[in-house]
């Protein structure tokens, strides 16, 4: 689906003209003196400039389409603080940036995701293995003092255990 989404856009920049050096120096212009027809134009010129930057962020952990977004926002936040300079500098800082950051939240919540299922496959495990040992099932408090968490910290991964299996297709109660 996303990749379906990322042809048919690029399909679109395609065929949208990219702005010239001199024309983007010309569209500046009258954008600041509130024009926003030039505003729109550059906006639409600058699309295969973001599209090059986020293509450099490719195979990194996040979808085109994502990466694109991204940049796009950039695009939008450097026209909006945009006073003078190099225009295209000033979108290359603000799309990595912001492309970087959201690599970075991809990898926090995966890392999250993968201490939860950690905590998930040790509760199964002490669980099973007090049940063994008790010769009934452990209580929360039990298995909470076993792991040195507290009792609601036990009840949380349980919840977590409860959600996956409601919305797995395979489980069926």
């Known amino acids: 689906m996303h990749d379906d989404v990322y042809q048919m856009y690029l399909e679109e920049v395609k065929r949208i003209p990219a702005c010239t050096n001199e024309e983007e120096r010309m569209l500046l212009k009258k954008h600041q003196e509130g024009d926003p027809s030039a505003r729109q134009r550059l906006l639409e010129g600058m699309l295969h400039f973001v599209v090059e930057l986020s ?62 299922a950690a905590r998930v496959n040790v509760l199964k495990d002490i669980s099973q293995m007090m049940a063994e040992e008790l010769g009934r099932e452990a209580t929360v408090e039990e298995l909470a003092a076993k792991m040195k968490m507290t009792p609601e910290e036990i009840k949380d991964i349980m919840k977590v255990t409860l959600d996956a299996m409601s919305v797995s297709p395979e489980v069926r109660m």
């Not at 926002?73 to 026209?79: F, I």
């Not at 006073?83 to 890392?111: H, I, N, P, T, Y």
């Open 55 to 116: 293509g450099g962020y490719k195979n990194r952990g996040l979808p085109m389409g994502d990466l694109i977004q991204e940049a796009n926002m950039a695009l939008l936040l450097a026209l909006e603080q945009y006073k003078e300079g190099d225009f295209k500098s000033q979108v290359r800082a603000l799309a990595e940036e912001r492309m970087e950051d959201a690599l970075q939240m991809q990898k926090q919540e995966k890392q999250a995701a993968e201490e939860v």
